[in-house]
């Protein structure tokens, strides 16, 4: 928590742009960050982004949607 820019490149490696509920990446190869890297989408068993299961899908914010993931995600 001391290493804010560090702590910045990792909440900001959670959040992408738009408002994309979970039948938008069926068909998406990947998604990019606002921390600028990007994070493969895989539908094979489940929901994956890059490392992170979905355990929860479309949990309605009021400024976007909600995907929860069982992992945090480093860039």
């Known amino acids: 928590l001391a290493d804010r820019a560090a702590l910045a490149n ?20 990947s998604v990019t960050t606002l921390q600028g ?6 539908t094979a068993d489940g929901v994956r982004i890059g490392a992170a299961n979905v355990v929860t899908a479309d949990v309605p914010a009021s400024n976007g949607v909600i995907h929860v993931i069982d992992t945090v995600l480093v860039p």
């Not at 990792?10 to 959040?15: I, M, N, S």
């Open 10 to 29: 990792v909440l900001t490696h959670h959040v992408v742009a738009g408002r994309f509920v979970a039948a938008d990446v069926v068909g998406m190869p």
């Open 37 to 42: 890297g990007a994070l493969p989408v895989s």
